[in-house]
């Protein structure tokens, strides 16, 4: 039995189209999973599910072996979360923080000392530690967040977004943390993200979710190989000429969704036909502007099953964090 | 109250109290405001010692109850904003996820609520002993006076809490504010109610449950004990905690779905 | 000549702007409204019997007596309230593009100060329908009536000037205590419940030397026709312009070089 186990799960908000539409998904314990799809996808709205913080409207789902709806407090026990927006109160410090939430947890004495400090010396807090969390950057919250999670050595853990507004450098260490995580502790961690680089670079298998239902599932290299084939995507000098163009690359493959001014192809044969490419369009007299050769990516993947390209999709969706 | 009930409300307070006193910029006017306003209307009211029927004491004794009860409706406003923040950044949801009991969310933060509480009562009773004020009922009086402020943090923080957990929004808690403000005017905050010439304003006064807080403070001072007036004001006060407690477990029912 | 046309347009459209933003909104309508009805309700209704201490002698009675208070008081509030705006304009960011596009600032001033004449113009007529209802007496002649008005509304313009010198100086919403707090306290310090004859003490030196008692007694006194410091409050509404208005335009000069 996986350790995350969804069947037929749906939420439906009063005014409003099914945030998370009849989705099913596994995860096996230890495993992390990325949960990746644009703003209003209903990432979030099923972490809160997950997370008993919201109850479904149909369907269920068991974490940790626990029914989200009938054993509410069993689940919390066995997971920890890092919600959106890391929420912290600005007025405590990071160890008052430990301590607060420590104790709601049961915790107390020299063990909720000793785990806060080992957790603090894990995620590079410990000299921050008696600082008010309102001096703290965004990563340095990220990362108290991180260690309020893993307080109660929850098996399960539930990571909303967690890179979202960091600088590169705090998103790869706290890409190092989880997955270290997952390595050496074998903690099951579900994570919503909208970055494709941070699902490839940490998920054993993702699910990417669009519209509230989940479009595909697989491995990254699944996922990937399944889009296939190299792709060439050409850019001309002149945009009037662009019907002309894709008329021209129509013999090499199968057109793929555009954006703007260029034209792509999925190629039949792979990199080998680019040479015969640009001799077509060179009798033609289509003077090239750009081209760009590319290995599928988890955004091929997102553009092949929704016809839309994941970067800067969801924009203008509503904010799906629920106001209940 | 089980221990770990107790816990909980422990930890839950002792923040919420961290935080109220970490934020001089909320409390210090909770403190200088009503303080403030006595010394000027105990000034400008000076006068009304000498109309006909008016206690024999000074007005600034006569004005010290409203202290108080000033200090009750901030206690309002800050118990609502901090939970309606916490509610705003997502906070009480990672509390959520703890095994926190809705019951020690709302007496934690009562706490906090009974901490600022206590600390401006002795604010205000050290501004009314330095302006020269005496309590008449003594020391015991002084203690029933902490009682019924204690009381009154309950009652005035529970609304706070069940406009911040209905609203989940720190503007609509401080939209309270307004409201009650126009309570205590429409009381006898600046003269005795016999003294109220105008039918209406009277009729409104004695309707007003302020009225009876600020009478059964102001008994304790000027008059020594009166018993009915101290019975009255602590029966309000107990009203009024035990309304604004079912309204929080009502709205937290609703803010609180988790399994 | 086209200059000033162009200086005139820029003060109606910031006026007009922020007199239509504030109307549409119910949440800032009302309280404007009702505050000082409040202080109406409770200080001419709750303290009526004011009037029976010995010495109390202002012939219209007490509910005239507080209505100029009230008058006053909504009156400078009102100019204080456009501080407010400024402030919030100067958070989103609109009070930038307003000095962009000013090519003489001092109308962005005059703009914000002739919204603020029209709000409390608004809360007196309101405030004066129910103190009529009430029934207040007007004893002064017409003559003394406007003057009355002139001077309240001359006191929103010092409310105005006040508020906005802050809210160019700090431009963020955080310090609007400290556009109120003086106001509230020179208000309070003045004869508000009894005439000034009836205070003693540390109040009266206060109030003796306040110069929101003279705009008070003054206004009083023409609502009563009868005699009081009313070329004083005139000194106090010119000087205290002048005063301020230094503050607010030296204000303005401040935030240009942000």
Sequence with gaps: MGAIEVRGLVREFKKGPRAVDNIDLTVAEGEIYG???????????????????????????????????????QVRASIGAALQEAALDRFLTGREHIKLQGSLHGMKGADLRQRGNDLLERVGLTDAADRKVGGYSGGMKRRLDLALALLHRPRVLFLDEPTTGLDPQSRSALWDEVARLSREDGVTVFLTTQYLEEADALANRVGIIDHGTIVVEGTPDELKAEVGRSSVEIEPHDAARLADLERALAPFGEPMVTRGTRASIRLNEGVGD??????????????????RLREPTLDDVFLEKTGRSLEGSGDNDEDETPSA | MSAVLATQVLVISERSVRRTFRQPAAIIPAIIFPIMLLFVSAGGLQAAEDL???????????????????????????????????????????????????AALVLGQLGGAISLGVFQATCYLAAGFIGGATIASGVAGVVVIYLLVILMAVGFGAIGIAAALRSGNGEAVQGLFPLLFVLLFLSTINLPLDLIPITWFRWVATGNPITYLVDAVRSLIITGWDGPAILAGFLVAFAIAVLGIIGSAAALRGRLQRT | MSDFLHWLTAVQGIAVRQSSSFFKNPALVLPSLLFPMLFFAAFAGGLSDLNRIPGFDYTPGY????????????????????????????????????????????AIMCGYGLAALVRSAVTIIFVTIVALVAGINVLGSPGQIVLLYVLALTSNILGSLWALGIAFRFQTLSVTPLMQIPFFILLFLAPVYVPIELLSGWIRHVADVNPV????????????????????????????????GIWSLTGLRAAEKR
């Design chain 1, 274 to 291: 680019v040479a015969a490419i640009v001799r077509a369009l060179d009798a033609q007299g289509i003077v090239v502007h750009q081209l």
């Design chain 3, 63 to 106: 509910t005239t007596f507080q209505y100029v208070f009230v008058l006053f008081q909504s009156s400078m509030f009102g100019g204080i309230f456009i501080g407010f705006a400024v402030a919030r304009d100067f958070e989103n960011g609109f009070a930038r593009r307003l000095m962009i596009a000013t090519p003489r600032r001092s």
């Design chain 1, 35 to 73: 949960f990746l799809g644009p703003n209003g996808a209903g990432k979030s709205t099923t972490v809160l599910m997950l997370t008993t913080l919201l109850p479904p409207t149909a369907g269920t789902a068991t974490v940790a072996g626990f029914d989200i709806v009938k054993q509410g407090p």
């Design chain 2, 52 to 102: 006909p029927g008016f206690p024999s004491v000074s007005y600034f004794d006569f004005a010290l109850a409203v202290t108080f009860m000033q200090g009750a409706i901030f206690a309002t406003g800050g118990a609502g904003t901090d939970l309606a923040t916490d509610i705003e950044t997502g906070f009480l949801s990672r509390l959520s996820l703890t095994p926190m009991s809705g």
């Design chain 3, 213 to 244: 008692t003279f705009l008070l007694e003054g206004g009083r006194a023409l609502m009563a026709g009868t005699t009081g410091p009313i070329v004083t409050a005139w000194l106090v509404v010119l000087i205290g312009g002048i005063v301020l």
